[in-house]
């Protein structure tokens, strides 16, 4: 079924708001399609202006950079991921999880579902700070 990105058809007050116009082809959205870790994989989708976007759907190497020097590394596993605890069990790479490569743990800086690559900063005393989130709760 379609998705589209509109205001409420309710009213604050919860009275219906006149429709002004009909749904035009710019307001549709698209279902979420996760990024595993795997071979890398791609979907282009066409967008607006005849453009195209890449859709990451699976991806083993992230772009990792650490105090200014970027490189590239292979990732392990994903150790944790704050949008979803689910996510973390399925593998699922969005911005924000924290995944473990070949350098160290890294920081998820890009939206794989909508710049179709993994783009990551490597963090420091990650350990320590988790230890001490821990202690806070």
């Known amino acids: ?61 992230a772009n990792v950079s650490t105090k200014g020097k970027t490189s590239k590394a292979k990732i392990l596993s994903i150790v944790e991921n704050p949008a979803d605890s689910q996510f973390t069990r399925r593998s699922i790479i969005t911005k924000g999880a924290v995944i473990e490569t070949e350098i160290g743990l890294a920081r998820v800086t890009s939206r794989p579902g909508q710049h179709g690559f993994v783009n990551a900063v490597l963090l420091e005393n990650y350990q320590e700070k988790a230890a001490v989130r821990g202690k806070k709760k």
């Open 1 to 61: 079924m379609t998705q589209w990105i509109m205001k409420s058809k309710r009213k604050p007050t919860g009275g219906l708001v006149v429709k002004r116009g009909k749904k035009k082809k710019h307001q549709r959205g698209r279902d979420f399609l996760p990024a595993h870790i795997g071979a890398r994989k791609a979907r282009a989708v066409r967008t607006k202006g005849g453009n195209e976007k890449r859709i990451a759907l699976n991806a083993e190497v």
